[in-house]
């Protein structure tokens, strides 16, 4: 079993709707973060948190640490927002980075 | 304020070459880590380096796979001897290290595309 597990792996959405993308991680974490690959393979860092909600623009990630869960929202969907996101952790005393195999958004306009 | 550079963007190289790939950290980070990303698979840890100092290559192949990140210059991430397994992605990040804090964010390179003949 992955330490980070994602899901859909695929996700196929109408311009508008409101997307949610989830992570489970089954290890001790410092800071969990949501990454998105460009179609070009470009890699931005959207979040990094290790509690609470953090929200910017019509993104809003979310974690719940006593579950082990993390969401990321994605509202009023647009084409542009098409590309993989991938959740990541971080663990104590080592900043190295285990990634979930990602999610494959793509939204039709 | 340029972001992690990562160069060549892609290179070539017939089997039993060697690569050599290049990162610089964004200015004032001095943290950097490797991924590589295989063709159609997720993103996985090499090495995690401090300035003239190897933290973590937990991730790094033990053969052919070497990393350095010199008090002056950028890091280098050398593979010798490749094969065509080694075709990925590598992906370089950086982060700032603050002095206290557990993680910081990591910032990614667009890396390079290494492909073996």
């Known amino acids: 079993k992955n330490e980070v597990e994602q899901s859909p792996q695929n996700l196929t959405a109408q311009e508008g709707e409101f997307i949610t993308i989830n992570c489970s991680y089954s290890v001790g974490i410092s800071a969990l973060h949501w990454l998105q690959q460009h179609p070009g393979g470009g890699i931005v860092s959207l979040f990094m948190?290790?509690?609470g909600k953090k929200k910017h623009g019509r993104l809003i990630a979310t974690i719940n640490i006593q579950e082990k869960h993390s969401s990321l929202h994605i509202t009023a969907s647009h084409p542009r927002d098409s590309a993989v996101y991938i959740c990541a952790v971080s663990g104590f005393g080592n900043e190295k980075l285990t990634f979930g195999t990602g999610t494959r958004l793509t939204i039709i306009p | 304020n340029a972001g992690v550079m990562q160069n060549p963007r892609h290179l070539v190289r017939r089997r039993g070459q060697e690569a050599r790939l290049r990162c610089s950290p964004m200015?004032?980070?001095?943290?950097v880590y490797w991924y590589r990303q295989l063709p159609e698979e997720g993103l996985k840890f090499m090495v995690y380096l401090q300035k003239e100092n190897i933290i973590d290559e937990s991730g790094m192949p033990k053969e052919r796979f070497s990393a350095e990140f010199p008090k002056e210059g950028p890091s280098i991430l050398r593979i010798q001897q490749v094969v065509r397994g080694d075709s990925a992605a590598y992906f370089c990040a950086s982060s700032l290290g603050t002095s206290g804090r557990n993680t910081d964010t990591q910032y990614f390179g667009p890396g390079t595309r290494l492909t073996v003949l």
């Open positions: 948190l290790s509690s």
């Open positions: 200015k004032g980070h001095s943290h």
